[in-house]
């Protein structure tokens, strides 16, 4: 059984930042590719951001510039720093991790900016 616990949303003003991070526990070997997703009112979840455990990063072409994603020395946890954050990033942020042919999910963590 895996986890993935997020942390650090919350309201903030556009043009603010913010950073979440995402942690893994449970019984696993190693984790090759963590990433971030989003899912806004009335909206399908879509890609944010992944990482791949050399490093390789890849950005949801709406969010590039502004968002940068990086995973810990011991690869199993995952962040994402956002800046200038617009009212249509406003979103619930989930933590992804595929192991094992299974998709891991974390329950998401509430970003809202303000206009």
């Known amino acids: 059984q895996v986890q993935l616990v997020e942390s650090g949303g919350g309201l903030v003003q556009s043009g603010g930042s913010l950073r979440l991070s995402c942690a893994a526990s449970?019984?696993?070997?190693?984790?090759?590719?963590m990433g971030w997703y989003r899912q806004a009112p009335g909206k399908e979840r879509e890609l944010v951001a992944t990482?791949?455990?050399?490093?390789?990063?890849n950005y949801a072409d709406s969010v590039k510039g502004r968002c940068a994603i990086s995973m810990g020395s011991a690869k199993n946890t995952v962040s994402l720093q956002m800046n200038s954050l617009k009212p249509e990033d406003t979103a619930v942020y989930y933590c992804h991790a595929p192991m094992y042919g299974l998709d891991y999910w974390g329950k998401g963590t509430l970003v809202t900016v303000s206009s």
């Open positions: 449970g019984r696993f070997f190693s984790i090759n590719v």
């Open positions: 990482i791949l455990s050399g490093g390789d990063t």
